[in-house]
């Protein structure tokens, strides 16, 4: 029983697409994250919500727009995708006690920008 | 700010081989320790943590001590495997609403 998921695990989509990533957690955490890993492994934080509230919006362009319908999901909608945005898109999941605990992360989306 | 300092990769092992990843840290006040892993084509997986100064996080062999006065997190095996292959990520996560921090990961090939 998967903890964080995501879909699709792959998507490769051409430029000036739309496209929509899902992601669920079954822990009952009240907060969810989003983090791109760019080609050199690097983990940067995109947005997280607490319940349904967006608390963090790092410098992201406003193509990528998060969208929370419940504590259970965190859906990420890129518009208009740019090769740049190729990445593997990693969600995660954290309860209120975090530091003791850490996230837990989905096992991420490779998108591919042709 | 927070930010996560560790070895640059890749690094490569003999099967038995002591391993040493180095991670620093810079952060206000008193941030809770991580060590991720990521398998190749997976995500990525807690390892192992420590939430305040000198404890020690251990898990499959893997350990790490949380030295506030040095502001480091080194994880250390005494004895690695081929399936240890992976990029280890070290992570830091300071209180408030300031995400998880990570390192830039360190990759580790270990050779049978």
């Known amino acids: 029983d998967t903890a964080v998921s995501q879909t699709p695990k792959y998507l490769v989509t051409q430029m000036g697409n739309d496209k929509s990533i899902k992601c669920e957690q079954n822990?009952?955490?009240?907060?969810m994250y989003w983090y791109k890993q760019d080609s050199k492994k690097f983990l940067k934080i995109m947005f997280s919500y607490n319940n349904k509230e967006l608390i963090i919006n790092e410098t992201v362009p406003n193509r990528f727009s998060p969208k929370s319908p419940d504590k259970a999901h965190l859906n990420l909608h890129i518009n208009s995708l740019e090769l740049g945005d190729s990445a593997v898109y990693f969600c995660a999941s954290s309860q209120p006690s975090a530091r003791e605990g850490g996230y837990t992360f989905g096992s991420g989306t490779r998108l591919t920008v042709v | 700010g927070n930010s996560v300092t560790q070895m640059e990769g890749p690094v490569t092992l003999s099967e038995e081989a002591f391993l040493t990843i180095n991670c620093t840290y810079t952060a206000t006040g008193y941030p809770s320790l991580f060590w991720y892993v990521q398998y190749p084509g997976e995500g990525l997986q807690l390892l192992l943590k420590?939430?305040?100064?000198?404890d020690k996080g251990s898990n499959k062999g893997f350990e790490a001590t949380y030295r506030k006065e040095t502001t480091s997190f080194h994880l250390e095996k005494g004895s690695v495997q081929v399936s240890d292959s992976a990029v280890y990520f070290c992570?830091?996560?300071?209180?408030?609403?300031?995400?998880?921090?990570f390192g830039k990961g360190t990759r580790l090939s270990v050779i049978a």
């Open positions: 992570a830091l996560l300071n209180s408030g609403n300031t995400p998880l921090v």
């Open positions: 822990l009952g955490h009240d907060t």
């Open positions: 420590a939430t305040k100064a000198d």
